[in-house]
Every structure is written in structure tokens, then in C-alpha cells.
């Protein structure tokens, strides 16, 4: 053992084994250097890419900023929309008008010329609304509904 620390004393020199010297003995620069500087480097292109993005999303323009009234649709009276059940078997489209007239107590409108021609059986528990939406497909007319 006491070989062994006189060969290491002999031959130990101040910075012998330093990372830095290593290096440079090996003609490489330490990358600790940079690397604060790369990092730099990349977090101001990060912020720059960020606002830039946000600016184009964004998108600032100087137009009129003002509320505008918005025309709302009117909402059905509650007569509309009360449900009730309505059976035809076989009956003209007249007839069929008259009762719902006489069931929902509302004015069916836009009648065909020809109504005297349709025939209608049907079960329906609903509005008056949907009922003559539904007759307007089954007979292809274009009814609507007059409170």
C-alpha cells in the first residue's frame, strides 16, 4: 500500500484529472458553456412563436363592436303546444280541419282547393302544430297553423 501512494504522490499533478483539461486535451470544447446560452435561444423563440401565434388567432380588426338587435322568432302561444289526442279513419281533409279547429281550438291554413280529395286516417296524441306538420308530409300540402 505504501508503494502505491508514493507512485500516486510522484506523479499526482494539480488539474490532472479536471473535466475542463480532459477536453481540451482531447480538443473537444465543453458544451456547459453553451448551454446556458442555447437554452436562452430557445425560450426567446418560444415567446416570440407564442405571441406571434396569438396575434394571427386573434386577429384584432376595427370594425363596429355595437350590440345589434337580433330579430328573435316568436314563440308559440301556449295553445300551440298544449298536447291532445285526435283520431280520423277514413275521413275527408275538410272534416279533419273542422276537428282540429273544434279539438285545439286554431285555424288551419294554406288548405288545398282540391282538400274534398284527401282521405286521412290517423291516431295522434300531440300539438296542433306537429299534427298539421305530420299531414303536410303523409299528403305532401303545405298547411300551416293559425291561432
Do not use: C
Not at 505504501?2 to 465543453?30: D, Q
Amino acid at each position: 500500500m505504501n508503494e502505491e501512494i508514493t507512485y500516486i504522490a510522484k506523479r499526482y499533478r494539480k488539474g490532472k484529472f479536471s473535466v475542463e483539461k480532459s477536453w481540451k486535451r482531447l480538443n473537444i470544447k465543453p458544451a456547459l458553456k453553451w448551454n446556458g446560452l442555447k437554452i436562452a435561444a430557445a425560450v426567446a423563440s418560444v415567446v416570440v412563436l407564442s405571441a406571434t401565434a396569438a396575434i394571427i388567432y386573434h386577429q384584432y380588426e376595427l370594425k363596429d363592436t355595437t350590440d345589434k338587435i337580433v330579430n328573435e322568432s316568436v314563440r308559440p302561444a301556449a295553445s300551440l303546444e298544449t298536447v291532445k289526442i285526435i283520431d280520423f279513419e277514413n275521413t275527408p281533409l275538410p272534416t279533419v280541419i273542422s276537428k282540429i279547429k273544434e279539438v285545439y281550438g286554431v285555424e288551419v291554413i294554406n288548405v288545398p282547393e282540391n282538400a274534398g280529395e284527401y282521405r286521412l286516417s290517423l291516431h295522434y296524441e300531440g300539438n296542433a302544430v306537429d299534427l298539421v306538420a305530420t299531414i303536410n308530409d303523409i299528403l305532401e300540402t303545405q298547411m300551416s297553423v293559425k291561432e
